[in-house]
């Protein structure tokens, strides 16, 4: 206790079991499902669990539907090429944010987000996230263009340092969103009162999409009147 008194002993035993129903409810969290899950449970209950979190998502979905649709009238052709690299910048813009939201889950759940540690721990994965989105980014800005310029045809005609800078522009803002989510989602719900497990799950992954292919939308449709 307080006061350094012995006031009883845990068993082994107890302490493992714990640890393992503190990481399958954590896991099955950030999956966007149940951990109370058996082999004999029916199709009709797995679906009612699961089906909230795919809602998120299938609205998610519509709403990037219908970016694509208001930016087709203003970018044209240039959407067509464009298109090519959507599932790479929301990709590696996921898993980017993905990773710094199941960090800082881990921490809190394991108790180490102190208030003296707090500020130290957020810059930290922030600026990991940003350091990582801004090499790949320039990594992926500098194949694109090496493989558009010896006959790839990845930009449609369009010149390979255009598509090039333009891809590569694209996915570091994507990776950018996606580290601001990831970092600050699990804050959030946890400032609310919700598992801030949740924040790694479908939720996070459906506005990661949205935000990056908008951002990625938006830096086309500024550079379209220099290069395209």
């Known amino acids: 206790d307080e006061?350094?008194?012995?006031?009883?002993?845990?068993?082994?035993?107890?302490?493992?079991?714990?640890?393992e129903d503190l990481a399958d409810e954590t896991m099955a969290k950030i999956g966007g499902t149940n951990e109370k899950f058996t082999s004999h449970d029916s199709i009709l209950r797995r679906f009612l669990?699961?089906?909230p979190w795919l809602l998120v998502t299938l609205c998610a979905g519509l709403v990037n539907v219908g970016v694509m649709s208001a930016f087709q009238k203003h970018l044209g052709t240039v959407l067509t090429f464009a298109m090519f690299f959507v599932p790479l910048i929301n990709g590696?813009?996921?898993?980017?944010?993905?990773?710094?939201?199941?960090?800082?889950?881990?921490?809190?759940?394991?108790?180490?987000?102190?208030?003296?540690?707090?500020?130290?721990?957020?810059?930290?994965?922030?600026f990991s996230?940003?350091?990582t989105g801004g090499i790949f980014g320039v990594l992926c800005a500098v194949l694109v263009w090496g493989f558009d310029l010896f006959g790839g045809h990845l930009g449609g005609g369009h010149s390979p340092v255009a598509v090039g800078f333009v891809v590569g522009?694209?996915?570091?803002?994507?990776?950018?969103?996606?580290?601001?989510?990831?970092?600050?989602?699990?804050?959030?719900?946890?400032?609310?009162?919700?598992?801030?497990?949740?924040?790694?799950?479908?939720?996070?992954?459906?506005?990661?999409?949205?935000?990056?292919?908008?951002?990625?939308?938006?830096?086309?449709?500024?550079?379209?009147?220099?290069?395209?």
């Open 49 to 51: 669990t699961r089906a």
């Open 169 to 228: 522009a694209g996915l570091i803002g994507g990776c950018f969103a996606g580290t601001f989510l990831g970092v600050f989602s699990p804050l959030f719900f946890s400032r609310i009162g919700v598992d801030p497990a949740v924040a790694a799950g479908p939720v996070v992954t459906a506005f990661n999409d949205f935000l990056s292919m908008a951002l990625y939308f938006l830096i086309i449709w500024s550079a379209s009147a220099l290069f395209f």
């Open 3 to 19: 006061e350094d008194h012995l006031i009883g002993v845990i068993a082994y035993e107890d302490i493992v079991e714990a640890m």
């Open 129 to 131: 996230g940003l350091f």
């Open 92 to 126: 590696l813009s996921g898993n980017i944010g993905l990773q710094c939201s199941t960090v800082l889950v881990r921490i809190m759940a394991m108790g180490g987000f102190s208030p003296g540690s707090r500020k130290s721990t957020i810059l930290k994965e922030l």
